[in-house]
T-cell receptor
């Protein structure tokens, strides 16, 4: 069964600290992996997208890694800011019938405290 | 500005009523999607459309209906057959699917509550 599991479910850190969010997946055949940031009550916004051949991608203070062999990804946030407080969603896709089918994780809710 | 516009942001539905959520995009995207988001769960696909006048059921289509008469518009109707419609609904769009993937853009979402 195609699944995406994220951990931890929620996380609290102090402003300025680093943190790492985890994503494990069993989606097959794998096409790409995306990380989204979703503020409460808003639509998700894309942070990174990685294909099978990419093992790291950065977007400012966000760095995503991908290990396609172990089917794991992580999102590292450096020097956290209060505005980083949001849910972070891992999305894995596989290509079928001309369409990218997406499997969404439940997200990690991050709270950054001053 | 280019983007996806969902309306209304908040909607209340009485038992037995049908309601329609609007989704408009000016990104010239061929594909559009409707997702439902419940607390503690990942987004689940309701319907998707890859091209005008064509749409396909997603994983949880029961109790919902859509139309795609124009490229820019993909309205979702929540019918009285949907027994648990209270949720956050997200519309999204993208260029045609490709193996390497493409960015999917989301609207700001619509909150639907049954009263």
């Amino acid at each position: 069964k195609n699944q995406v599991e994220q951990s931890p479910q929620s996380l609290i850190i102090l402003e300025g600290k680093n943190c790492t969010l985890q994503c494990n997946y069993t989606v097959s055949p794998f096409s790409n992996l995306r990380w989204y940031k979703q503020d409460t009550g808003r639509g998700p916004v894309s942070l990174t997208i990685m294909t099978f051949s990419e093992n790291t991608k950065s977007n400012g203070r966000y760095t995503a890694t991908l290990d396609a062999d172990t089917k794991q990804s992580s999102l590292h946030i450096t020097a956290s800011q209060l505005s980083d407080s949001a849910s972070y969603i891992c999305v894995v896709s596989f290509f079928s019938g001309g369409y990218n089918k997406l499997i969404f994780g439940a997200g990690t809710r991050l709270a950054v405290h001053p | 500005d280019g983007g996806i516009t969902q309306s209304p942001k908040y909607l209340f539905r009485k038992e037995g009523q049908n309601v329609t959520l609007s989704c408009e995009q000016n990104l010239n995207h061929d594909a559009m999607y409707w997702y439902r988001q419940d607390p503690g769960q990942g987004l689940r696909l309701i319907y998707y459309s890859q091209i005008v006048n064509d749409f396909q059921k997603g994983d949880i289509a029961e109790g919902y209906s859509v139309s795609r008469e124009k490229k820019e518009s993909f309205p979702l109707t929540v019918t009285s057959a949907q027994k648990n419609p209270t949720a956050f609904y997200l519309c999204a769009s993208s260029t045609h699917g490709s193996p390497s993937g493409n960015t999917i853009y989301f609207g700001e979402g619509s909150w639907l509550t049954v009263v």
